[in-house]
Structure formats: structure tokens, C-alpha cells
């Protein structure tokens, strides 16, 4: 049974600190890793994708890939009150067809 | 959700009654999908679709089943609902390529009394 664990939380954090979500998934095979951000009651939408090791750059954001240890992360930088939400990490399984499998998500919270 | 629907929003309905959801996608994209997401669960894959009558079961499809007729349209089936298939509902689509991720639709949210 192929696998994406996240920590629940809630994961507390004041504003204008860095957020640290962190992802395991299990699939070796796995080539491409993506973070949704899902406000509650909404729709969840793409905010990064990460294919090769090392770490991507987008504005606040950082994602970051460890294909040994299988384990992907994702940092917020100056945190914000409008970046309450739960964050899910996304795993593509191999064997095609752009499967995604989804971990249960963590719930960030930014106090001001 | 810019270029996919889901209808309806929001259904209640009755233990054993069939009940059809849909997907509708304007981006002519080959991947569809139908995802369920409950409380401690994250998003669970029904069923996906490759292509018009291209379908394929997920991890979670027993009770339901789905067709694509038409490039654009994705229906979710559930044959004989149960309070089990209380959740909500999320249509998803993706072009072609291991390196795009999901488009998602807005959601349904189905309620089995």
C-alpha cells in the first residue's frame, strides 16, 4: 500500500515566522511532488511542485526533495494570518496516468 | 474553479437511492479524476479516466462506478448509496505528462441520511 504520512498538527506559528510542513511517502517509483493549499470549505489548489533534489524557490515559499530519504518539505516564509490552512502533500504513483496520492494534510494556523 | 464544474454542490438523498455526480471540463484535458475527502483520510482516489472510455478503479471504488463519454464530462455513479458514502467529492483533471499536477473542481458535498 503505497503511503504519503503528514503530521495532522494544528501547527502553530506567530506572524512572520517560517512555517515547516514536512512529507514521507513510501513509493520509490515516485517522480514528481506537489503541496496544495486548501482553505477551509474550498477547493484544494496547486501552490508548488518539486521533481529534482535540492530545493525550489517561489516567492515565500520553499520546497524542498530528498529523494534518498523519500521525504519532501515545504517552508513559508513571513508567515501570514491568510496562510491559515490545511497544506497536503502529493505524491505522483508510478505506473502512469498522473496518479496522484494525497496525504491527509496539515493544518497550518498563523496568529498575528 | 476556472474550467471544470462539478454538479451539484450539495445533494442530500436517501439510503439506497442512485445518485450521479458530475464532472465537466472546458481545458480538454485527457486525465480526470474523482477523489473522496474525509476528516483524518485526505483525498482517496475513486476512479480515474484516460481517456473517453478509458476508466480505471482507484483504491476506494467499491459502490462506485463511472463513465466518459465525452472528453469534457466525467460521471460519478453511486449505484445504491450508503451513509458510508457520506464526503465530499472532488472532480480533478490533468494534462498529459508525469510532471503536471491537479486542476480541482469546487466540490460536492453529499450527504447519505
Known amino acids: 500500500q503505497k503511503e504519503v504520512e503528514q503530521n495532522s498538527g494544528p501547527l502553530s506559528v506567530p506572524e512572520g515566522a517560517i512555517a515547516s510542513l514536512n512529507c514521507t511517502y513510501s513509493?520509490?517509483?515516485?517522480?514528481?511532488f506537489f503541496w496544495y493549499r486548501q482553505y477551509s470549505g474550498k477547493s484544494p489548489e496547486l501552490i508548488m511542485f518539486i521533481y529534482s533534489n535540492g530545493d525550489k524557490e517561489d516567492g515565500r515559499f520553499t520546497a524542498q526533495l530528498n529523494k534518498a530519504s523519500q521525504y519532501v518539505s515545504l517552508l513559508i516564509r513571513d508567515s501570514q494570518p491568510s496562510d491559515s490552512a490545511t497544506y497536503l502533500c502529493?505524491?505522483?504513483?508510478?505506473?502512469?496516468?498522473?496518479?496522484?496520492?494525497f496525504g491527509a494534510g496539515t493544518r497550518l494556523a498563523v496568529h498575528p | 474553479d476556472a474550467g471544470i464544474t462539478q454538479s451539484p454542490r450539495h445533494k442530500v438523498t436517501e439510503t439506497g437511492t442512485p445518485v450521479t455526480l458530475r464532472c465537466h471540463q472546458t481545458?480538454?484535458?485527457?486525465?480526470m479524476y474523482w477523489y473522496r475527502q474525509d476528516p483524518g483520510h485526505g483525498l482517496r482516489l475513486i476512479h480515474y479516466s484516460y481517456g473517453v472510455k478509458d476508466t480505471d478503479k482507484g483504491e476506494v471504488s467499491d459502490g462506485y462506478s463511472v463513465s466518459r463519454s465525452k472528453t469534457e464530462d466525467f460521471l460519478l455513479t453511486l449505484e445504491s448509496a450508503t451513509s458510508s458514502q457520506t464526503s465530499v467529492y472532488f472532480c480533478a483533471i490533468s494534462d498529459v505528462g508525469v510532471l503536471y499536477g491537479y486542476t480541482f473542481g469546487s466540490g460536492t458535498r453529499l450527504t447519505v441520511v
Open positions: 502529493a505524491v505522483n504513483l508510478s505506473g502512469g496516468y498522473n496518479k496522484l496520492i
Open positions: 481545458e480538454n484535458h485527457r486525465y
Open positions: 513509493d520509490r517509483g515516485s517522480q514528481s
